[in-house]
């Protein structure tokens, strides 16, 4: 039986929807890039800071990955390039190349906005 994962996210959390024919439930997992370290690094340093950025939100996607690699069809979804960044990311990793990704825009959503954009995309299979 194939498994199905929603993802909305941006580039500091990321919502993970299994998809169940019965219930969608979601995860929350948060980028730990926080807005006092961005403070605290950007009073050292800005390249102190944009280093200590990229390397949470690297973080972020890795964790991301992880989940990901557990489903056979996924679908990251979101307003910013946050979902592009994972998906570049994904597609340059061997261990992905059996997952089928896709990327839809999307404005912020409720949860349960989340959960029919889901619902519907996977309906469709």
Same mark, same amino acid.
């Given at each position: ?19 169940? /024919?019965?219930? /969608?439930?979601? +995860?929350i /997992? ?20 944009? +280093? ?13 990955g992880?989940? /990901? ?19 570049? &990311?994904?597609?340059?990793d ?5 997952v089928?990704?896709? &990327? ?7 949860? +349960? ?13």
């Open positions: 039986m194939k498994k199905y994962l929603g993802i909305w996210m941006d580039h500091r959390s990321a919502n993970i929807m299994e998809y169940k /024919i019965d219930a /969608i439930e979601t +995860n /997992i948060d980028s730990k890039f926080t807005k006092e370290e961005k403070s605290e690094s950007l009073g050292k340093s800005e390249n102190i800071m944009h +280093n200590k950025e990229q390397q949470k939100q690297s973080e972020f996607y890795q964790n991301l992880a989940i /990901i690699r557990n489903y056979d069809e996924v679908l990251l979804f979101g307003p910013t390039d946050a979902k592009l960044e994972l998906f570049n &990311i994904l597609r340059a061997t261990h992905f190349e059996k089928n990704i896709k &990327i839809e825009q999307a404005d912020k959503m409720t949860e +349960n906005q989340q959960h029919s954009f889901v619902k519907k995309h996977f309906e469709k299979k």
